[in-house]
């Protein structure tokens, strides 16, 4: 089949090849899983020099191309990000095998025994940008949850996806497992991801790792589910009975601890009550790490250097050293702000106020949910998932961090002795 | 707004309110949530009449536009009819209350508390056709798991659709709870359903209950989650070592106790080793009451009355008197044959091999995987979910029949004490 010609055909191919697959992969015991997980790690690792200079490769013909340094970083490799990529291989090997597991079984007054069995998905498909080391960690996680995986990364990284690929399909035959089981996309025409989206009853999810551009073109063309993350744009809500000491170290670390993710808190609100207290703190502390503010006119009453924040502010992610920050009368403007202006991503409050920790916990609708916390915890390693596929904003299947767990679904199985229904 | 000359408006404008009521159900206590189910079952008995009458004004305009006998009784209302749509309501509230349930809550190394929350999904649009009884079936599922509810019943139902309503408006005001938490669309433009699902960002989830037909149209226009069935080619495999009598019981349940139904067995695979043990005993029931067989070359060579099978016939789901029959060679051929033609409903195995049992029920890939039970048992009811909104044959989110949990989602919590990120 010519990939450049017949995409449609092509991405079919693979389809069907990787549904083949997907039923050899449910049935596969962990420790065939978790031989090839060792075994791909070993190839990386033993492969490194052809992966390098695949790498160098993408890295020549991306620096002719113009690429930006921000984006040639994203793409290079050294021997150390080979290592990294083994060794997140060789981290979900030790992870628990999700499938097989089986919760709730019970006995139902017809006296049938009626329970819950994790089980893959099936076939996934994973469309991501320059970052090649995704090839091994969504591959790894796919595998390691029973599903055939198809891997389709950025252009410009093509030559390295197909060294890294290499290693995956010498980890898959080591085990006995299908080489089918990971494929990787070999075409870089756009229309690839159009058809990959699109094949209902072959493909079971998609998932888009990269930008709003990339995620908002999936997710119009698709006719799979997605399992997708817009954006975040976080709050850190300082009620007027929080502690100050918790709330300046929880403000500060939410904004300042990295900028360009996801979790960072992109608007303060502020009890009016507590608001002369910490808000003269927080800024010198913001000041000294060259965060711009913008705030709203209370603010600026008890800060006056600070620019005025625009209604834009409220609904922007900055990814970036700016913050905007509002004083509110209490919980309820706080809850109706986030309500209006967040992205359902994570929110915090600060307080020392049981019902008031409660009542946040339970009507703010994020992915999650903080009571004196900073929103960067919102991540699969720090709430032990062990791995992450992405942080899901959508409200159905897998919402906030999603590890293996979200890489598979249940299935109700019903033990019986003979039992009809009367 | 005018409903008939602006679609789009009016539904966004339900959509809008419904979205704004969906807060205060979020937050609604599950004493308010039951006193409005028990008000609304009150409000239909007390106001019968009048439901009564509207039904009988749609049954005349049924008959005038000349809808056939089986759709007209569909339509029908009577007070036992009226009577059993309280009962159910009743009954809902009897259910314990899924939403604020903490799952998982754990403290990690960094100190933090990681828990999962279960909540409501917000907004849920249900769709369907001519019983009315499910308008008042789905609100009260919708209003317990604390959703806001848009019904868009069948035209032919319009006015007994807006007699229940009435009902629902009244029980959710004497409970205190906002009248648009349950939302009737009072235009029967067909307009209007592409556009509830279409509604992104307003609709968390659409599911349409109904024909083929309906479900199609729904799964090809939606933007908006849809929770869909689309159809049950069940089968029943008995194994070599199967129990023949427990086979022949179970093998004629699965066909014979209701046939219109989507659980119905329609496919029956034999093991090559006890086919000519327990096919003539069961022709012998299936004769007796009346159900056509229709057999491969192997099946015949048995039961020489059985009409041929064509290809066909392993990919039809009769929802009649009507049984397909295949003799295999074993368990591998009944996993083949049912990954192939089944539907990923619900699949049952005989047998009395313990390996057997468990390879069968992690391998077959349906809604519901069964030992030695027949798979009339695949409901809501009997698996204990207490009501019942649909089954799902997709895989994400929710997979079988779909009770109160199916309505919600869980969002992850974090507890600290002033912990930030290092």
Not at 149 to 158: F, K, V
Request: glycine share 10%; with cysteine; hydrophobic share 45%.
């Amino acid at each position: 089949m010519d990939a450049k010609t017949d995409i449609a055909g092509y991405m079919r191919g693979l389809a069907e090849a990787a549904r083949e697959a997907a039923r050899a992969m449910a049935a596969a015991s962990t420790a065939a899983k978790d031989a090839a997980l060792a075994a791909m790690a070993a190839a990386l690792q033993a492969r490194e020099g052809e992966i390098l200079a695949a790498n160098a490769e993408d890295l020549a013909a991306g620096r002719a191309a113009g690429l930006d340094d921000a984006l040639l970083d994203r793409l290079e490799l050294n021997p150390q990000r080979v290592a990294a990529m083994a060794e997140g291989l060789r981290q979900i090997a030790a992870l628990p095998d999700p499938v097989g597991e089986v919760t709730q079984l019970r006995v139902r007054p017809s006296g049938i025994r009626v329970g819950r069995m994790r089980v893959p998905l099936g076939v996934v498909g994973i469309i991501y940008e320059s970052r090649p080391n995704v090839t091994a960690d969504a591959a790894g996680l796919c595998l390691k949850a029973g599903n055939a995986a198809i891997l389709r990364g950025g252009s410009e990284a093509i030559r390295s996806n197909r060294a890294i690929a290499a290693c995956i399909r010498q980890g898959l035959a080591e085990a006995g497992l299908p080489q089918a089981a990971v494929q990787v996309v070999e075409t870089t025409d756009r229309a690839a991801v159009g058809e990959l989206v699109r094949m209902e009853g072959l493909v079971d999810l998609v998932v888009p790792r990269g930008g709003k551009g990339l995620i908002e073109r999936v997710t119009a063309e698709a006719r799979v589910p997605v399992l997708k993350h817009l954006h975040g744009i976080c709050h850190v809500y300082i009620d007027d009975r929080a502690d100050p000491d918790k709330a300046v170290a929880i403000a500060d670390n939410a904004k300042t601890h990295r900028y360009g993710v996801c979790n960072a808190m992109e608007t303060l609100l502020v009890a009016e009550g507590i608001a002369p207290r910490v808000l003269p703190a927080l800024a010198a502390r913001y000041r000294e790490k060259g965060v711009e503010l913008r705030g709203c006119a209370r603010t600026r009453a008890i800060l006056p250097d600070v620019r005025p924040a625009t209604e834009a502010d409220w609904d922007t992610e900055y990814l970036a050293p700016i913050l905007s920050i509002r004083v509110v009368a209490g919980i309820d403007e706080a809850i109706a702000h986030i309500a209006r202006h967040g992205s359902g991503h994570t929110d915090a409050i600060v307080t020392e106020d049981y019902g008031r920790a409660w009542r946040f916990l339970r009507e703010v609708d994020s992915s999650s949910v903080m009571v004196n916390a900073s929103t960067r915890f919102a991540d699969g390693f720090e709430y032990g998932l062990g791995a992450e596929i992405g942080i899901s904003t959508d409200k159905l299947h897998a919402r906030g961090p999603v590890g293996l767990e979200g890489l598979t679904t249940q299935k109700y199985i019903v033990l019986g002795d003979g039992h009809v229904r009367v």
